[in-house]
């Protein structure tokens, strides 16, 4: 079945930093892969995402690259802000699990500081 | 883009009684919806897949006649959570694909805090 993995965090970093949440996912097939942003207290939000081999989803800011040959779609952002506080989570549906059902990695926290 | 709503966001009941929990889509048809639960400083974990005008498919380990999913229309999807107990208390979320929209992209509600006291 499919699966994601992700760093635990939490991760704090000094506004103006760079940040790199990695990710890494098993399945089958082509998989389209996600990342969700939660702030406190809310639901999730889509982040970005990316359907095939090599496309990069990017937002406000973020980017990520779907990297086949080592599985991965690592979170990047080039100078973070305090507003960036949030919980962040990786995840892929399709492959071998159908594009009904989202698999979701544990979540990096993300603490920004002024 | 797609828009999922809960409601409500927040609820507080006492040990014993049974909540339900409403999850919409707002601009779209779904046949299908997903409920996830969410544990503190963990990932969400996927209850089960809500079929319009059939039952719900439940994943292993989730008690299906503790959690009542009722798909009664296109853009209606309910959880009830019966007797309720403490350790029921979670965030609980929702979330549908919008088929006419050509994407594999799944639209999450805000989520429900279940507080059970």
């Known amino acids: 079945g499919n699966s994601v993995t992700q760093m635990e965090g939490p991760v704090t970093l000094s506004e103006e930093a760079f940040l790199t949440i990695n990710c890494t996912y098993t399945?089958?097939?082509?998989?389209?892969l996600f990342w969700y942003v939660q702030y406190p207290g809310e639901g999730l939000q889509l982040l970005l995402k990316a359907t095939k081999a090599d496309d990069k989803g990017s937002n406000k800011g973020f980017e990520a690259t779907y990297r086949k040959e080592t599985t991965s779609f690592h979170l990047e952002k080039g100078s973070v802000q305090v507003s960036d506080s949030a919980v962040y989570f990786c995840a892929l549906s399709g492959g071998s699990g159908g594009y009904q059902k989202v698999t979701f990695g544990i979540g990096t926290k993300l603490q920004v500081i002024p | 883009g797609a828009v999922v709503s809960q409601h409500p966001s927040r609820v507080i009941c006492k040990s014993g009684t049974s909540v339900k929990i409403e999850c919409r889509s707002l601009d779209f048809q779904a046949t299908t919806m997903f409920w996830y639960r969410q544990f503190p400083k963990k990932s969400l974990m996927l209850m089960a897949t809500s079929n319009e005008g059939s039952k719900a498919t439940y994943e292993q380990g989730v008690e299906k006649d503790k959690f009542l999913i009722n798909h009664a229309s296109l853009t209606l999807s309910t959880l009830t959570v019966t007797s309720a107990h403490p350790e029921d208390s979670s965030f609980y979320i929702c979330?549908?694909?919008?088929?006419?929209?050509?994407?594999?992209?799944?639209?999450f509600g805000p989520g429900t805090r279940l507080t059970v006291t």
């Open positions: 399945a089958t097939g082509y998989p389209s």
């Open positions: 979330s549908a694909r919008d088929p006419g929209g050509g994407t594999t992209e799944q639209y």
